[in-house]
Structure formats: C-alpha cells, structure tokens
C-alpha cells in the first residue's frame, strides 16, 4: 500500500537527481535504492567502485536509473572534481545526501593518529566538502532541492570507546544547524536536514584492520551483537528518511523517540552542568574492563 508520505516524496523527488555518498553499503545503499523507488535518478557514489557498481547494477535490474561513481570523501580535491562531473554529465541535483561515514573503536590513545584522521577526514570534512563542492550549483540552479547529513543520536551523547566517531558526529549535527542558518540568510528554496539514525542494521559495526588491541576487538563485537539484536531494519529506516526528508523539515530521524530521549538527556546535562557520565544501560558493556 502506497502512503501518503511516500506519495508526497514522490512527488518531491520524482524525475530529480539524487548524490548520495557511501551508498555502495548501509544506510547509503537503502537510500539509494529508496530514492529510485521514487523516480529519481540516483549517483551511487562510494570509495569501493565495486560496492558501488553492485548496488547501482541491483537498482537498474529493479527498473531504476542509477550510475555508478567512485569517490573518496576524505580528500577535498576529490569531492569538489567528483562534484564538477556529476554537474556536467548528470546536471542539477535534487538532493544530496553527505552519508559516508566510518566507526573507530578503541581508546583514545590506542587509535594511531592515521586513524583518528581519517575518522574526522571522513566522517566530518567529507561533510563539509561536500557541501561545498556541491551547494554553489544547487544554489545557482534556482530549483527546490534538498541537503542532508549523516548525524546519529550519538551527535548528542557520550560515549567512551567511540570517542572519534561520537565528536565527530557531535560536529556534524552543529555543522548542520549552522548551515541551515546560512542557507536560511538566502531566499533561496534549499532544504537543509539533519539525518539522525538512531540504531538501524548495517555493517557499520564489522571488524577493521584498523582495530587495535582488545578493547577495541570486544567493542566491536558487543556494538555488532546489540545492533543484530536491536537495529531497526534497514528498508524501514530509509523509507522512513526519504519521507521526512521529502517535508522539508531539519530534524530526520529513524526512530523519533530514542532522538527525544537523546536530545533530552543531552539538554539535563548541559543545563545542569553535570559531570560526564556513563548512561546506566551502557554500564555493562564496560564493568569488565575496569582493572
Ligand atoms: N547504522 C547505524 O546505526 C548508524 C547510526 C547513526 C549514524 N549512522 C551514520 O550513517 C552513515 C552510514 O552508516 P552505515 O551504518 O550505513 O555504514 P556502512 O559501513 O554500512 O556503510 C558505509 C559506506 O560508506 C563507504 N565509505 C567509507 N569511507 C568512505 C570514503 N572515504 N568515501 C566514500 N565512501 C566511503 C563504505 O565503503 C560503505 O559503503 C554513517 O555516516 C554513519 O555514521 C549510522
């Protein structure tokens, strides 16, 4: 049964391009394949030409137009010529969605430096270049179009372990606020939202090379075992973005409750100047590594 909010993104995003960026696994792919659903040409953009190619090749078999791009979100440089290309084959995007992201476990100083730079280099100026690489054209185009960036309900938590990831999350969710604003200075009819996925199934959480020492391997594998065991399911979670998105509203979010939850406990500590404190359900996660 069609709904009402997926018949109004339909109508949103129909006939428009799509750019979303680490769609070749995840949330990026779901989108991806929700975005096509809904008639929009889809750029299936990703650092691992065949992940990208696979999904674009699934889209195609399932009557959708998608066209396979690589790009490293990491490197400015090579946001700012993917976008020029995209412009210039493709023309203007509807929306575009800064999704790639990476997980890094482990503490603080474990993490090799190389890591926590491409933790941010990823995560937050993969962001913000792409932004900038994109925004001029959508804002030159005249027509409605969207922005959207991956932020996570961890972009107003604590959370030891995951500290690259959380800060780097925490930066996106202000980094998008603030752009709103800027966007909002201008009469220009560009949506601007925050995607704030609380817990949905993907691979975010499989081990890397990256991880170091056994800290980082059983945090791994907890994160992994509570995703199985409590994700939201992936098509869900993206049918639910795509329709929201589609509102034009800044606040996006999988599952709205867990956000308020969030938010909520973020304002308490923030307004009563509280110490850092490990949330109660996330206790026995970390009660055997005390020493
Ligand atoms: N899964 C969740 O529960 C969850 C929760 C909150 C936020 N998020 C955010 O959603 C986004 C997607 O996460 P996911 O769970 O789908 O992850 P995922 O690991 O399943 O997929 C990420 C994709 O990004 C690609 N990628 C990685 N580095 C890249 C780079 N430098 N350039 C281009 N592509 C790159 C990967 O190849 C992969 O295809 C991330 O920003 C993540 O932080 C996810």
Redesign the pocket.
């Known amino acids: 049964m069609v709904t009402d909010a997926q018949r109004d993104a339909a109508e949103a995003f129909g006939g428009g391009l799509a750019v979303i960026?680490?769609a070749?696994?995840?949330?990026?792919a779901g989108l991806a394949r929700h975005a096509a659903a809904l008639g929009m040409a889809v750029v299936v953009a990703?650092?691992?030409r065949e992940?990208a190619e696979e999904v674009a090749a699934e889209i195609a078999a399932a009557g959708g137009t998608a066209h396979a791009m690589t790009?490293?979100?990491?490197h400015a440089g090579r946001i700012e010529q993917f976008a020029q290309e995209v412009h210039e084959r493709f023309g203007n995007v509807r929306l575009l969605i800064n999704?790639?992201?990476?997980e890094t476990v482990g503490y603080t100083w474990e993490i090799p430096a190389e890591r926590w730079d491409a933790t941010l280099d990823?995560?937050i100026h993969?962001v913000v270049h792409g932004v900038r690489a994109f925004m001029p054209h959508m804002i030159a185009s005249g027509e409605e179009c969207w922005v959207a960036n991956?932020s996570?309900?961890?972009g107003f938590g604590q959370m030891p372990i995951q500290t690259s990831y959380i800060m780097s999350?925490h930066a996106v969710q202000s980094f998008t606020e603030c752009l709103a604003l800027e966007v909002g200075l201008l009469d220009v009819p560009v949506h601007v939202s925050a995607i704030i996925?609380g817990?949905?199934r993907?691979?975010?959480f499989d081990a890397t090379d990256a991880d170091k020492g056994e800290v980082a391997v059983a945090h791994r594998t907890a994160m992994r075992e509570a995703?199985a065991a409590n994700?939201m399911d992936l098509d869900k979670a993206c049918e639910r973005i795509m329709d929201q998105l589609a509102t034009g509203r800044f606040w996006v979010s999988t599952q709205p409750r867990m956000t308020r939850m969030f938010v909520e406990k973020r304002a308490a500590f923030l307004s009563e100047q509280a110490e850092p404190q490990l949330a109660p359900e996330l206790a026995p996660m970390f009660a055997h590594r005390k020493k």
């Open positions: 960026t680490g070749g696994a995840g949330i990026g990703d650092i691992s992940r790009v490293d979100v990491a999704n790639a992201g990476i990823i995560n993969g991956l996570s309900v961890g999350k996925p817990m949905v993907t691979r975010i995703m994700g």
